[in-house]
């Protein structure tokens, strides 16, 4: 709702229910971007998205705006400073992608519509609190946000943790033989109550008796986590549109939020159908490889257990994912998506797969 000139308050409502494939456990890229940790047996309201925002137009040019989820119709200045505070998902603002970045419509797997190993701050649902501000101008955009995080790996309950999170990143946008295109570079940390892989695993030799798991919950204490990603999506005609990205973190610490993943790079493209008379269809295809440090597939290899995966004496090897699917658009308001994943080493486990997971998707707007 548009609440003064540049001041609007969005309300996003969620009804869900439902588990991911095998509890969503058992792959670092898990096959489907709308399952949550927080899953329910019966359908569960919960208030995801609410929040302030106030846009400050800085004159000059102007653009139209339409209207859309989380998107007011209307016109606003190009050169703005917007200013974002409430609840929301990290993702709603960073590491976006024209052809890779929203599991309701494209991409699935989560190694390929976001940064993998990007820890982004969240609850189970993938939502946190905190602030945004961005300065955008027509050729480029900075942003840089702060939020809540986890009170421990993979919990519900949000905190600040002597710190919180933080993100920044930059976005350039450019033509490229008539084509648009656009490079974006991000940096973040994350504050939270971690325990360390190493301490663990030196902790868990000291003395033999204890579970490796519980060494880890006993050295918990609030530690940094930092990495960094890149994001490139260009366009090759009206109908053709590549992508590519890579993200590190540190691999010192648990990973809070996200998923096992600690280096990770993927792309693909996605083309409409116009060339056989479906232009509102879509093909996508893309690959992703994830892959983990040293400390972390010890400690792993060890019996140690992370946020979806562990399978203890871990024969290492990099997770690969290849995901292709065909989008139908079946009329003006909804569409059915066919999709097919092929994983190896799923969890970073040489012993284990290859695994093949078909899903088919239904999605509605009105």
């Given at each position: 709702v548009r609440l003064w000139d540049g001041g609007a308050f969005y309300f996003n409502p969620e009804l869900a229910q439902g588990f991911g494939l095998n509890g969503t456990l058992g792959l670092a890229g898990f096959p489907n971007g709308e399952a949550q940790k927080g899953g329910a047996e019966f359908p569960k309201f919960r208030p995801q998205r609410y929040y302030l925002q106030q846009t400050f137009g800085l004159g000059g040019e102007q653009e139209d705006v339409a209207d859309g989820p989380l998107q007011l119709a209307g016109r606003r200045d190009i050169d703005r400073v917007t200013v974002t505070v409430g609840r929301f998902a990290v993702g709603d603002f960073f590491d976006a992608n024209a052809y890779a970045k929203d599991p309701r419509a494209?991409?699935?797997?989560w190694a390929i519509w976001s940064s993998g190993a990007y820890d982004f701050p969240a609850d189970l649902p993938g939502m946190?609190?905190?602030a945004v501000i961005e300065?955008?101008?027509?050729?480029?955009?900075?942003?840089?946000?702060a939020f809540q995080v986890p009170r421990e790996p993979n919990s519900d309950v949000l905190v600040f943790n002597g710190g919180g999170g933080g993100a920044v990143e930059f976005e350039e946008r450019h033509s490229l033989f008539g084509q648009p295109g656009k490079v974006r570079i991000g940096a973040f940390i994350n504050r939270g109550y971690t325990g360390a892989?190493?301490?663990?695993i030196n902790l868990a030799q000291a003395s033999p008796q204890t579970d490796?798991?519980?060494?880890m919950t006993a050295l918990r204490r609030n530690q940094n986590k930092y990495g960094f990603y890149g994001n490139i999506e260009q366009a090759l005609t009206a109908d053709l549109g590549l992508f590519a990205r890579a993200s590190w973190n540190d691999g010192r610490t648990e990973i809070?939020?996200?998923?096992?993943?600690?280096?990770?790079?993927?792309?693909?493209?996605?083309?409409?159908?116009?060339?056989?008379?479906r232009p509102a269809d879509t093909i996508g295809v893309g690959a992703a490889v994830n892959g983990l440090s040293s400390a972390h597939r010890n400690f792993l290899a060890a019996g140690g257990t992370g946020l979806l995966i562990g399978d203890g004496r871990l024969r290492y090897g990099h997770e690969s994912i290849v995901e292709a699917y065909y989008a139908l658009r079946v009329n003006g308001w909804s569409t059915v998506t066919f999709d097919y994943q092929f994983v190896a080493n799923p969890a970073y486990n040489a012993d284990r797969g290859p695994a093949s997971i078909l899903s088919l998707r239904a999605h509605a707007e009105f």
């Amino acid at each position: 709702v548009r609440l003064w000139d540049g001041g609007a308050f969005y309300f996003n409502p969620e009804l869900a229910q439902g588990f991911g494939l095998n509890g969503t456990l058992g792959l670092a890229g898990f096959p489907n971007g709308e399952a949550q940790k927080g899953g329910a047996e019966f359908p569960k309201f919960r208030p995801q998205r609410y929040y302030l925002q106030q846009t400050f137009g800085l004159g000059g040019e102007q653009e139209d705006v339409a209207d859309g989820p989380l998107q007011l119709a209307g016109r606003r200045d190009i050169d703005r400073v917007t200013v974002t505070v409430g609840r929301f998902a990290v993702g709603d603002f960073f590491d976006a992608n024209a052809y890779a970045k929203d599991p309701r419509a494209d991409f699935m797997n989560w190694a390929i519509w976001s940064s993998g190993a990007y820890d982004f701050p969240a609850d189970l649902p993938g939502m946190t609190r905190g602030a945004v501000i961005e300065l955008n101008r027509k050729d480029w955009a900075v942003r840089a946000g702060a939020f809540q995080v986890p009170r421990e790996p993979n919990s519900d309950v949000l905190v600040f943790n002597g710190g919180g999170g933080g993100a920044v990143e930059f976005e350039e946008r450019h033509s490229l033989f008539g084509q648009p295109g656009k490079v974006r570079i991000g940096a973040f940390i994350n504050r939270g109550y971690t325990g360390a892989y190493r301490d663990a695993i030196n902790l868990a030799q000291a003395s033999p008796q204890t579970d490796i798991n519980d060494a880890m919950t006993a050295l918990r204490r609030n530690q940094n986590k930092y990495g960094f990603y890149g994001n490139i999506e260009q366009a090759l005609t009206a109908d053709l549109g590549l992508f590519a990205r890579a993200s590190w973190n540190d691999g010192r610490t648990e990973i809070l939020s996200f998923t096992d993943i600690d280096r990770s790079i993927s792309g693909g493209f996605s083309l409409k159908g116009s060339a056989w008379g479906r232009p509102a269809d879509t093909i996508g295809v893309g690959a992703a490889v994830n892959g983990l440090s040293s400390a972390h597939r010890n400690f792993l290899a060890a019996g140690g257990t992370g946020l979806l995966i562990g399978d203890g004496r871990l024969r290492y090897g990099h997770e690969s994912i290849v995901e292709a699917y065909y989008a139908l658009r079946v009329n003006g308001w909804s569409t059915v998506t066919f999709d097919y994943q092929f994983v190896a080493n799923p969890a970073y486990n040489a012993d284990r797969g290859p695994a093949s997971i078909l899903s088919l998707r239904a999605h509605a707007e009105f």
